[in-house]
């Protein structure tokens, strides 16, 4: 159990152009997803918390203009990077938290890597 | 703020040894403390986790030590193995326990 899937495992696009980025929790209710953000060789550093119904909470320093963050239902949340730039080419990552179970456990989706050129 | 420091961030190991990586944090209050191993490309694993009413948790190669007093906790891996290479990171959740703060991670590295 506890599965997350993410959709595209990898992209490229061109400058200036949008991608967005599913992250679905395939078999239990995410009222809480998060975002990363992973460059080579580095930690994961949460880019916003998503949370369903209502708006996103982003981190200090990361544009919500650019970063388009949709929890549209309790099992899919969606990353939008507009007007993409070279420098946002990075491993993009979603978490869940099934908030109905006493524990700080989070699932990651398997990734999107995101190329800008 | 809160935060979460690991080291080393190298970690070089002949098979068969072990290998031991460290994290402080800053938060009194966390007493969650899981620890993930993500391979290149992939998504981060959890591997083992500790609450703070235990001091100790094993299983089988590896264990979570935890020394509240000192705000640190350590992964311990025993008998390490090629497959063991990877990168590993510590975690902790931030004041209230919404958030996940990771450490800087450890690159291990297990030579045959």
């Known amino acids: 159990g506890a599965v997350v899937s993410q959709h595209p495992s990898w992209v490229i696009c061109k400058s200036g152009t949008s991608v967005k980025i599913e992250c679905r929790s395939l078999?239990?209710?995410?009222?809480?997803m998060f975002w990363y953000r992973q460059f080579p060789k580095q930690s994961l550093m949460l880019m916003a918390t998503?949370?369903?119904?209502?708006?996103?909470?982003?981190e200090q320093g990361v544009e919500k203009d650019k970063f388009l963050i949709n929890h549209a239902s309790l099992t899919l949340s969606t990353l939008t990077v507009t007007s993409a730039h070279p420098e946002d080419s990075s491993f993009y990552i979603c978490s869940a938290r099934d908030m109905t179970r006493p524990t700080y456990e989070q699932y990651f989706g398997p990734g999107t890597r995101l190329t800008v050129t | 703020g809160e935060n979460v420091e690991q080291h080393p961030s190298t970690l070089s190991v002949q098979e068969g040894d072990s290998a031991v990586i460290k994290c402080t944090y800053s938060d009194s209050a966390s007493n969650y403390f899981p620890w993930y191993k993500q391979e290149l490309g992939k998504r981060p694993q959890l591997i083992i986790d500790i609450r703070s009413n235990v001091g100790e948790k094993k299983d089988q190669r590896i264990a979570v030590t935890l020394n509240k007093t000192a705000k640190h906790f350590s992964l311990h891996i025993t008998e390490t193995q090629p497959e063991d290479s990877a990168v590993y990171f510590c975690a902790s959740p931030n004041t209230g326990g919404f958030k996940t703060i990771f450490g800087a991670g450890t690159r291990l590295f297990v030579k045959a």
């Open positions: 998503s949370n369903e119904g209502s708006k996103a909470t982003y």
């Open positions: 078999d239990f209710q995410a009222t809480t």
